[in-house]
């Protein structure tokens, strides 16, 4: 057992912090507290025991009785006063739905980030236009800069999210990716396009992750994957948002203007929102973290259980600073470092599942198929269906649970990508591939529907296996493995073109996704119906797979 610090800090105190309180190791609070922990069952000490019993004559009299309160009734509570202690309701979800929607909106933008290439290069690689020209590394910077601005993006949000927390951070961002997307609506040169490129993707970097961990922390366990998976579908809206622009052919000039404008709705709710519980307990506001969790679950429910089950797991998490490199450290805990491992892996390896580039070059590779079909409709087909794979995501995937649906997705798809690998074969050789002009189309269709339902998985389980303590570096360490794979599957797509052939790169996304099921199959838990805390408590390092 490592060493840990609580401080906490009354929201109503001028004082920063009120109270901090260092104590040397778990055992020894259990030392210290054996009195109060006696009568126990099973010699259990609950960790506001712990801290009760640590800082008898150090805290105010508010903060105990918080700590109190968030025991959930098992120490301070007789028989008698559970008698008369109202019947718990089911946590109300207006609230938590509405965090959701205005989240959905930020994701709605993430979507357009990755959509906008998929559209736009048509327009900027037509050697006739009059407006601004890409030539062929341009387009591969257009394809890719966004994600290589995420990488980054997510190094410097692992610290945004740990000291100002989701919802600030989130307020942070949202004003310089509307900044950035009129800058691209009005650029008159190559240089300036891609420079704010590269920005909205810094951005995205952090604000994505922001967006996803909030709803994650403030949803309740038995609809965390409803939830999630709204933000999920939300981001597949982006893309249609922007291929449906696209389709309409108003110029790409016109996607910056609406692509900025979706910034006001979260702006706007997020001022109505508060911070996520969970992290208020990172910083030892305890008692804004219970208002928070009274507000997404209902003010007539008990939240005290809830709260010290939070609470017990960041305790016993922290150290004796909670400062970036001691995160870092806590991440090389074995349970942790596996988890890390297997979600960064994953993550880095689910771009090239072909994902990146069906999505990046969707009209282009529609228009190589020559089929006679208009490229620009059946891309904006190929984003509705992976919509609607999503939404049967989130129909199924608290009762599916998640390691089957990734298992199965990937499997189909890897047919889906070997099919469309197969076709692109056919038309290097003397087999006249006119009448399955269809096929290539079906293939993406398949394709996109497949990986709506099963790699919205990943997201998740990128934050559900990590602990609250981590989980805000955790993720954007595991973002920076996703990003960087994002940006070498698009910049690297036309270089592997031109050396094997369209086919040969379907091929090998074709593999990536038969690789992926693998290390699913084996080596992914199952998180579904199972609160984060009892998620990261019951993973030991050698159950990781189980």
């Known amino acids: 057992m490592g060493k840990y610090n609580l401080q906490m800090r ?3 105190s001028t ?3 009120v109270l901090t309180t260092t104590v040397k190791s778990i055992e020894n ?5 054996q009195d109060t922990c006696k009568n126990e069952p099973n010699g259990h000490c609950h960790a506001s025991n712990l801290q009760m019993a640590s800082l008898t004559g150090l805290t105010t009299e508010k903060d105990v009785d918080v700590l109190r ?3 959930g009734g098992q120490n301070a509570k ?13 946590p109300r979800i207006i609230s938590q739905v509405a965090a959701t929607l205005v989240m959905a909106f930020i994701h709605v933008g993430v979507g357009a980030v990755y959509g906008y290439s998929g559209v736009t290069l048509p327009e900027l690689t037509d050697p006739d236009t009059q407006d601004l020209f890409l030539g062929p590394y341009e387009v591969s910077l257009l394809a890719s800069l966004s994600d290589l601005g995420g990488a980054f993006g997510s190094v410097v949000g692992g610290v945004l999210l740990m000291r100002l927390g989701q919802r600030t951070t989130a307020l942070l961002g949202l004003p310089i990716s509307a900044a950035c997307w009129l800058a691209m609506a009005f650029a008159h040169s190559p240089t300036l396009l891609l420079s704010m490129w590269f920005v909205v993707g810094f951005v995205t970097g952090f604000l994505s992750p922001a967006a996803s961990m909030y709803v994650l922390e403030v949803s309740h366990k038995n609809i965390r994957g409803l939830l999630f998976g709204i933000v999920t579908t939300a981001r597949r809206f982006g893309i249609i948002f922007v291929f449906g622009i696209g389709g309409l052919r108003v110029g790409w000039r016109a996607i910056g203007f609406a692509s900025a404008a979706l910034v006001a709705v979260p702006l706007v709710g997020l001022l109505f929102m508060p911070s996520s519980p969970r992290w208020l307990v990172t910083r030892g506001r305890l008692e804004e973290a219970k208002d928070s969790l009274s507000f997404f679950r209902g003010k007539s429910y008990d939240v005290s259980s809830e709260l010290a089950s939070i609470v ?8 004796r600073k909670s400062g970036f490199k001691d995160q870092l450290r806590m991440m090389m805990e074995p349970s942790t470092r596996r988890a890390l491992a297997l979600m960064g892996f994953l993550s880095l390896l689910s771009p090239f599942s072909g994902i990146v580039v069906v999505i990046g070059y969707a009209v282009p590779i529609l228009q190589i198929t020559k089929a006679d079909i208009d490229a620009y409709m059946s891309a904006l087909l190929t984003a509705v269906v992976f919509a609607a794979g999503t939404v049967i995501h989130i129909c199924i995937v608290d009762r599916v649970g998640r390691k089957p649906l990734l298992v199965v997705s990937f499997l189909f798809s890897t047919l889906c990508m070997a099919t469309l690998g197969g076709y692109f074969y056919a038309q290097t050789t003397e087999i006249d591939v006119s009448a399955y002009g269809w096929a290539p189309v079906a293939s993406m269709v398949a394709f996109l529907f497949s990986m709506g339902v099963g790699q919205p998985v990943i997201n998740i389980l990128q934050g559900e296996l990590l602990p609250t303590s981590v989980r805000a570096t955790g993720i954007s360490v595991i973002l920076i493995f996703m990003y960087l794979g994002s940006f070498a599957s698009a910049f690297t797509y036309p270089m592997i073109t031109s050396a094997m052939g369209v086919h040969g790169a379907f091929w090998i996304y074709s593999g990536v996704c038969i690789t992926i099921v693998i290390v699913g199959a084996v080596c992914l838990p199952e998180t579904r119906g199972r609160a984060l805390e009892e998620i990261t408590k019951a993973a030991p390092a050698d159950n990781v797979g189980e």
């Open 10 to 12: 009354s929201s109503n």
């Open 15 to 17: 004082e920063e912090p």
């Open 29 to 33: 609070d259990a030392v210290a507290g």
């Open 69 to 71: 309160s968030s025991d």
């Open 78 to 90: 007789s028989g008698q006063e559970e008698d008369q202690k109202q019947e718990e309701t089911r």
């Open 312 to 319: 017990e797991q960041v305790v016993r998490s922290q150290r």
